[in-house]
Nanobody
Framework: VQLQASGGGLVQAGDSLTLSCTIS????????LGWIRQPPGREREYVAA????????YYSESVKNRFTITRDNAKSTVSLQMNSLETEDSAVYYC?????????????????WGQGTLVTVSS
């Protein structure tokens, strides 16, 4: 599985930003997809996940009601719409894939990660 994330950048608090990830090397619809972030000096956080058909989604408490994860299996992409960004959202965001949706929730260990994209939110 190859995953390539894009869309990161420098924004101000309160702004919106959309991250995108392209999946290749496999049939994307066979995988649950998600986003994991690594803030500088802080623990990794599983931010959002979506099941293979989009029927189920998961959000961490810190982003619930601000972030929205979507997928397009025809295009083999997954996106993360981030609204009302806060400085605490600054992190490297990684796109991830796993055959089991539940792995994003527990034990929070997934099969594949891609290259990250940096999001910096200034105050």
């Amino acid at each position: 599985v190859q995953l390539q994330a894009s869309g990161g950048g420098l924004v101000q608090a309160g702004d919106s930003l959309t991250l995108s990830c392209t999946i290749s090397g496999v049939t994307a619809s066979k995988y649950a997809l998600g986003w994991i972030r690594q803030p500088p000096g802080r623990e990794r956080e599983y931010v959002a996940a979506i099941s293979w058909n989009g029927g189920n989604s998961y959000y961490s408490e810190s982003v619930k009601n601000r972030f929205t994860i979507t997928r397009d299996n025809a295009k083999s992409t997954v996106s993360l719409q981030m609204n009302s960004l806060e400085t605490e959202d600054s992190a490297v965001y990684y796109c991830a894939a796993d055959e089991n949706y539940s792995d994003f929730i527990l034990p929070r260990k997934v099969d594949a990660w891609g290259q990250g994209t940096l999001v910096t939110v200034s105050s």
